[in-house]
């Protein structure tokens, strides 16, 4: 779904690239609210991660392949803000680091892999758990159709993008039905994955998993007419706080899967072209696709430059992307929840109160 630089003419893109930095500031607040000391510490490594699996392209049908998108993940994972600004830290790392999607398509790229699907996810997602029963089943399973949702919703949005700006004459009903088929076989595996990255998660730190905030609730009692909370067992344990309870097992075990993912798995990763680069091939959509302005990176299209092994070539590509991901990522999320900080320490000190 990285759409190159020549794909949608200068105008649309943009425009595009005006919303897409919209979005990006009005994130950055609303992060803000979400970055706490649950989700402050995992928002990095959920960018690291998600960089990790979009390496991992997977066959879906006719010599196509697909891989995440990660909208649906980062977004039930650590919030919808926070998971905008996710998958925007890793398009930007793949388009400045390793010609992966367009410099000028870099604002459809975010509107398209970063808000749509998260956005449309974090909506249906949101909608499935306010009808289906408080447990971490139900919670995995309105991941799993959040994330299938969402790749179709992306790939309607493009082709729309590209009937306003597409830079070839091509029929616009055959590339939304090509775009559309193919991205619901590559949503199959996108709701597979986040299926099973938001269970894994639930089932040892649910306290840490934004969507599934609020699942338990204490048992309640009617005494005299009203109903209370019921009082604790006794002699049970008290509940240790989430704020108290360490990060560092989750954060290491993430982020050497992460490593593990880009730096070993990768290597075996699918070799077809993905949905996108498919479509455009067979419906002639890439007759006017530019090269990269960066293509004669040291990292261009993950391999590293003068390491003529192709196996350790592309595992330091990825092992690299996976460090400087997490690093920007941890940077960024820190940042925004310093500022939290310092707007909640404005407003609780006297200067800062209101009369």
């Not at 892999?113 to 089943?137: C, S």
């Not at 969507?211 to 005299?224: E, M, W, Y």
């Not at 990522?329 to 939290?340: L, N």
């Amino acid at each position: 779904m990285h759409a190159p630089d020549g794909f949608i003419d200068a105008p649309v893109s943009a425009a595009v690239g005006l919303v897409a930095a919209g979005a990006v500031a009005v994130s950055l607040r609303g992060a803000r609210r979400e970055l706490d000391e649950r989700t402050a510490p995992l928002a990095g490594l959920v960018a690291a991660f998600i960089f990790a699996v979009q390496m991992l392209n997977f066959p879906v049908a006719a010599g196509t392949s697909g891989h995440l998108l990660g909208g649906a993940l980062a977004a039930i994972l650590v919030g919808p803000y926070t998971g905008v600004l996710c998958v925007s830290v890793v398009l930007l790392m793949q388009a400045v680091l390793f010609a992966d999607g367009g410099l000028t398509a870099l604002g459809v790229n975010i509107t398209d892999m970063a808000i749509v699907t998260t956005v449309v996810a974090y909506a249906l997602f949101r909608g499935l758990v306010k009808v289906l029963p408080r447990t971490r089943r139900s919670v995995t399973a309105a991941s799993f159709v959040a994330a299938l949702v969402s790749v179709p919703a992306s790939a309607v949005v493009f082709t729309l993008l590209y009937a306003i700006g597409g830079t070839t004459d091509v029929s616009i009903g055959k590339v939304a039905t090509a775009m559309v088929g193919v991205h619901v076989l590559i949503g199959i595996g996108e709701a597979v994955i986040t299926a099973l990255t938001v269970g894994a998660v639930v089932a040892v730190r649910p306290d840490l998993v934004y969507g599934a905030r609020g699942l338990q609730r204490k048992l309640r009692l009617r005494v005299n007419g009203e109903l209370v909370d019921a009082p604790d067992s006794p002699g049970a344990p008290e509940p240790v706080p989430a704020a108290a309870r360490s990060h560092r097992k989750v954060w290491i075990s993430g982020l050497a899967a992460s490593l593990v993912l880009a730096g070993f798995v990768s290597f075996y990763a699918s070799a077809n072209p993905d949905g996108l680069e498919k479509v455009a091939t067979d419906q002639g959509m890439d007759e006017k696709a530019e090269e990269h302005a960066i293509s004669d990176s040291p990292l261009a299209d993950y391999g590293v430059k003068d390491v003529d092994d192709a196996r350790l070539s592309g595992g330091l590509a990825g092992v690299i992307g996976v460090g400087v991901t997490v690093v920007a990522g941890t940077g960024v999320f820190w940042a925004v929840r310093r500022r939290r900080s310092e707007d909640t320490d404005d407003a609780t000190s006297p200067s800062g109160t209101s009369v």
